[in-house]
C-alpha cells in the first residue's frame, strides 16, 4: 500500500451462495464465517449474524441433521451490541465433532434460524506452505496482467466496469487470465505469485483523483466483502481452482489482505455492528503515513492516533481492532480463507498502521495453527530499526513481539536505488554494504521480503534513469542476495512507468498480450522485442539457476567493503562452495585482484560463469566492464 496520499484502493461484496448457509433471507442476511472445519485447534467460534432484529434473540439451540440437539456444539454466550441487527454467537467445539450441516434455531427474535456447513479438512491436501528464501515471488494486479474471460468485465447492479482507455478503470484483467498465464510464469522460473487483492471492491467508477488521474478501486484495496471475490476476478470457486493448479506447476499462492481499513460501500460501513466499530476521529481526516511513530519510543499520543486512528484515504474508513468482537472476525476470517483457498502465504497491507495488540494476537493464532505458513508485513520505512521491530523474536525497548515471521525489506529497496539511482555516483555502491552491514538488527534477515519496485513506487527502469546496464545489475542484487525475492510482473520485459510524472496507471500498466486483440503479445518470444527478449532471458537464466541454489537458498552471506574503485562483492557460500557476485559501478573497466577473495576462493584453480555456464580458469584479476559485474560459483 503507498504512503502517500492517493485514493486508489481496497474492496469487497458478499454473494449468499458461496457456502450452504440456508436461511430465511428476509430474517437473516449474513452469518459469517460462511462455514467451518472440524479440525482446528483452536475450539471457540464467533459467529456474526446479521439480520433485522437478530440482536433480540435470547436463547439459541443447535440441532444435527436428525433434528436433535447437537451436544458436541456448546453455546457459550450471545453477544450483543448497540446495533439490534447483529448477534454474536460465541461456540466451542468438541473435538469430536462431526461434518454436517447444523440448523441454529434463535428465540426471542420471531423464529429465525439458519443452517450452517461444518466440514472435514481435504485429505491429502497440498497447501499452507508458507514461503522461504528457495523462493521468488511475482507480484502481479489481476486487473492488469491478463483477461481471460470477457464475460465477466461487466457485471450488471455492480458500481463499476471495465474501461481500459481509461488509466484509473477496471481494465478487465482476472483470475482465468492468470490460470492461463501459469505455463509463462513457470518457463519464467518463478516459484510464488503474489496478487493484489482479489476481495470485492464495488466502489464507486471514480473515488478520487492522483496527478491529475482519476481512480477507481481496480487494486483491490477498499474491500466491500471479505468473504467475496470480486466477481470481474471471478468467482470463490475459480481462486480455489487456480491455486490448486498452480500447486501442480509447483508455484505457490500470497493472498494480499487488509486489516487497516475497508472501501466506504462495505456494507459494515452503512450498518456497524458496533459504535466502535470504526475509528471516527475528529481532529484528523486522514492518518498522517508515518509508520516510524508505530515503533519510536519517544512518540507522542497526538502521533500515535493520528497513524492508527485515521482513515488511510477518505473513501477507506478506518477500522478499530481494540474492539474484540472485531479482531476475533479478523482472525477466523484469516483462517477461513487459508483452509477454504489452500493459500501458502499472506502478506498484510499498511501492517503499522492497525493496532499493534491486535496484529500481534492475530500473526500468532495464525501461525500456531498452520505452523508452516508464512506471513510477511508490509512496513514501509527505510530504516532497519522501523522494520525490525515488527518481525518475530526482536528485542523491543517496549518487550513487543509481533509473533510476524517476515517483513518488506524497504530499507533494501532503499540502498539499491541510492546506489545505482539516476544521478548516482560510483561510491555509492557503499550504502548497499551499509544497509547488510546493519543486518544483526534482524532476528531473522534471511525472512526479510527484498525488492526492487512494487505496484506502489516508481518502476526501478525509472529509478535507474533507463539505464539498462543498471537495471541488470539490481536484478542480479535481488537474486543473489539474503532475503526472499520479490519481482513486480513485468520486470522480465521492461514493463517501463514512472509514477512521478503518470500516476499510479502507469506503473499498473496492461501487460502487453493479455487481451484478446492487443497488438502484440509479449508473453510469446514472437511478441516481444528483441530488446525484451534479451531481457527476458537474462532474468530467466538467473530465476531458473536460484531456483536450484541451494547456497542462496541456505548459505551465509559475506561482504566486501567496496575498494578503492568501488567495486563491490557479496557472496553466498557455505563451508563446501561458493556464489561471488563482483559489481563495478563505475563508467570504465576495472580489474578486481583475486587474492582479496582468498578466504573464499581457498585455493580453488576453476570456476562456473553463472550466466553462461562455462568453466573458466580463476584469473589474477577479473576484468569487469563498465558498470558490469561477474557471477561465478566455486568449489572450495
Known amino acids: 500500500m503507498k504512503q502517500f496520499i492517493s485514493p ?40 456474526m449474524v446479521y439480520g433485522e432484529g437478530v440482536g433480540k434473540a435470547k436463547k439459541i439451540r443447535v440441532y444435527n441433521s436428525a433434528n436433535k440437539i447437537e451436544k458436541k456444539i456448546n453455546v457459550v454466550s450471545l453477544k450483543k451490541t448497540d446495533n439490534k441487527n447483529y448477534l454474536f454467537i460465541e461456540l466451542e467445539l468438541e473435538s469430536s465433532i ?10 426471542g427474535s420471531k423464529g429465525k434460524e439458519f443452517s450452517y456447513e461444518i466440514k472435514e479438512p481435504t485429505k491429502g491436501r497440498d497447501y499452507a506452505n508458507g514461503f522461504d528464501a528457495s523462493d521468488v515471488i511475482y507480484l502481479l494486479m489481476p486487473d492488469r496482467f491478463a483477461n481471460g474471460d470477457i464475460k465477466n468485465d461487466n457485471i450488471q447492479g455492480m458500481l463499476s466496469g471495465t474501461d481500459r482507455s481509461s488509466p484509473g478503470d477496471r481494465h478487465g484483467g482476472d483470475l482465468r487470465g492468470i490460470l492461463n498465464r501459469l505455463g ?14 482479489v476481495f470485492e471492491n464495488d466502489m464507486p467508477v471514480s473515488y478520487g483523483e492522483y496527478a491529475g ?23 470463490n470457486d475459480e481462486y480455489r481452482n487456480l491455486i490448486d493448479k498452480a500447486h501442480t506447476m509447483g508455484i505457490k499462492v500470497i493472498m494480499d489482505f487488509i486489516h487497516n481499513h475497508v472501501g466506504d460501500h462495505h456494507w459494515w460501513y452503512k450498518d456497524p455492528p458496533q459504535e466502535d466499530w470504526f475509528n471516527r476521529p475528529k481532529k484528523f481526516a486522514i492518518t498522517n503515513y508515518e509508520t516510524v511513530v508505530a515503533s519510536d519510543p519517544y512518540a507522542s499520543k497526538f502521533d500515535m492516533e493520528h497513524l492508527a486512528s485515521a482513515p488511510f484515504v477518505q473513501a477507506m474508513p478506518d477500522l478499530n481492532q481494540n ?4 479482531s476475533r472476525y479478523l482472525v477466523q476470517h484469516t483462517l477461513w480463507w487459508i483452509e477454504y483457498a489452500g493459500i501458502d502465504g499472506i502478506r498484510m497491507d499498511t501492517y ?32 532497519p530499526p522501523s522494520v525490525s521491530y515488527w518481525q518475530k523474536g526482536t528485542k523491543n525497548w517496549d518487550n513487543y513481539n509481533s509473533h510476524l ?12 536505488s541510492t546506489a545505482l539511482g539516476k544521478g548516482t555516483r560510483s561510491r555509492d555502491i557503499r550504502e548497499i554494504y551499509f544497509t547488510f552491514a546493519r543486518d544483526w538488527i534482524y532476528p531473522r534477515p534471511m525472512e526479510n521480503v527484498i525488492f526492487l ?16 546496464r543498471k537495471y541488470k545489475l539490481g536484478f542480479l542484487l535481488l537474486m543473489v542476495s539474503r532475503g526472499i525475492p520479490q519481482m513486480y510482473y513485468g520486470t522480465e520485459i521492461n514493463l517501463y512507468g514512472n509514477r512521478n510524472t503518470g500516476g499510479d496507471a502507469d506503473i499498473r500498466k496492461d501487460f502487453p498480450g493479455g487481451w484478446p486483440g492487443d497488438s502484440r503479445n509479449a508473453f510469446t518470444e514472437e511478441g516481444r522485442t528483441k530488446e525484451e527478449n534479451e531481457l527476458w532471458d537474462f532474468c530467466s537464466t538467473l530465476l531458473n539457476w536460484r531456483k536450484k541454489s541451494h547456497l542462496i537458498h541456505k548459505g551465509k552471506t559475506m561482504q566486501f567493503v567496496p575498494n578503492e574503485e568501488h567495486t563491490y562483492v557479496l557472496s553466498r557460500y557455505d563451508k563446501n562452495a561458493a556464489v561471488i557476485l563482483l559489481i563495478n559501478p563505475r563508467d570504465q573497466e576495472t580489474k578486481f585482484k583475486v587474492d582479496r577473495l582468498n578466504e573464499l576462493i581457498s585455493g580453488a584453480k576453476i570456476f562456473v560463469d553463472v550466466m553462461d555456464g562455462e568453466t573458466k580458469k580463476i584469473p589474477k584479476d577479473f576484468k569487469i566492464a563498465p558498470m558490469g559485474f561477474k557471477l561465478i560459483e566455486i568449489d572450495r
Do not use: C
Not at 27 to 37: D, N, T, Y
Not at 226 to 235: E, I, W
Not at 356 to 381: L, R, S
Not at 405 to 416: E, R, T
Open 453 to 468: 519496485d512494487n505496484h506502489d513506487t516508481n518502476r526501478f527502469y525509472t529509478t535507474v534513469g533507463q539505464d539498462m
Open 352 to 383: 503499522p498502521y492497525a493496532y499493534k495488540k491486535h496484529m500481534a494476537v492475530w500473526a500468532k493464532q495464525v501461525m500456531e495453527e498452520y505452523p508452516d505458513f508464512n506471513i510477511v508485513g508490509e512496513i514501509w520505512a527505510k530504516y
Open 98 to 107: 462431526k461434518a454436517g450441516l447444523y440448523t441454529f434455531k434463535l428465540f
Open 213 to 235: 488521474q482519476s481512480y477507481g478501486a481496480y487494486h483491490g484495496y477498499a474491500a466491500t466483502d471479505l468473504y467475496k471475490v470480486d466477481r470481474r476476478f471471478g468467482s
Open 405 to 416: 515471521p517476515s517483513v518488506i525489506d524497504f530499507p533494501f529497496s532503499s540502498a539499491v
Open 323 to 326: 474492539n474484540p468482537l472485531l
Open 8 to 47: 486508489n484502493f481496497f474492496i469487497l461484496i458478499f454473494l449468499f451462495s458461496i457456502t450452504p448457509i440456508k436461511a430465511d433471507i428476509k430474517a437473516i442476511h449474513r452469518v459469517e464465517p460462511p462455514s467451518w472445519w472440524t479440525h482446528f485447534k483452536e475450539r471457540k467460534l464467533e459467529l
Open 184 to 197: 509463462y510464469l513457470q518457463d519464467l522460473g518463478i516459484t510464488g505469485i503474489w496478487m493484489t487483492p
